[in-house]
């Protein structure tokens, strides 16, 4: 039995699935990434083999996220993509002819459009923090009720509060003053949802033509709150699919399938959990550009650098072994 294997490396979640030959999830596995992606990726890598039955070969490795070469690098992947390529991938799969994603992590948001199964265009937003998971968690911890409670909540509000929605700091402020004019707090929730879904809509999706079919991927698309805005604002059915958080790695293993046969796979196996690597860096002094040159090493002994311009660091490592 052969399986494919994304990884998602963001900057809140690392997201792994081993997806099966006929494009099924075997396992998915949500870590929070905590501003440690190779010890991130090692414990998903060890969960996952735990996980997994021994008869489970994997044919071909994907990866995605910001961290997509990092985790290539240390993982010997077949195929390093970027995040929109990986979302449209898995929501066409998932959703055949959905021509809208909505997608919002814990630091960032993205839409992606696509037309007859191609990305059209997409936006992405990692300035403003409104309308992201993080923002969400600090809110849902500052009213004393847990995230899962979030949802529910603004769902059972009678009249939903107008909240200034378009930075994290006024909408805030916003809740605040609200609290204290006596409003309760699931109107307050529900105002919230509508707030950040304007403030998605107006600056993450400013002049995007959304049609449907539309899916809404990511680790906020657990909030049921958000779902009911968007549905009200856009008019229209939103689609939550089955593993609405970990859509990238998704779309990192069915492009690993496609680029891999099952005995030319690059992976390194998962002994690489148990490696010692360690990530660091340089200014390169060499040019005005001063590059931020990115360097991994494992066991003192360095397997990868990106980020130089020219070149001039990574071209070295070009013929370099793989990792033994």
Known sequence: MYGYLGIDVGSVSTNLVMMGEDGTVKHSIYLRTRGKPIEAVQTGLKMMKIALPSKIKVAGVGTTGSGRHLAGVITGADIVKNEITTHAIAASNVVPGVQTILEIGG??????????GVVADFAMNTVCAAGTGSFLDQQASRLNIDIEEFGPLALQAKVPVRIAGRCAVFAESDMIHKQQMGYNVEDILAGLCEALVR?????????????APVVFQGGVAANS???WAFEKSLETEVIIPPYFNVMGALGAALLAREATSRKNTDFYGFEVADKDFKAGGFACDGCPNVCEVVEITESEKVIARWGDRCGRWSNVLEQSEKIS
């Open 199 to 211: 403030n998605y809509l107006n600056n993450v999706g400013k002049g995007k033509e959304i049609l």
């Open 107 to 116: 630091q960032d948001s993205k839409i992606i459009v696509l037309r007859n």
């Open 225 to 227: 709150g958000m779902k």
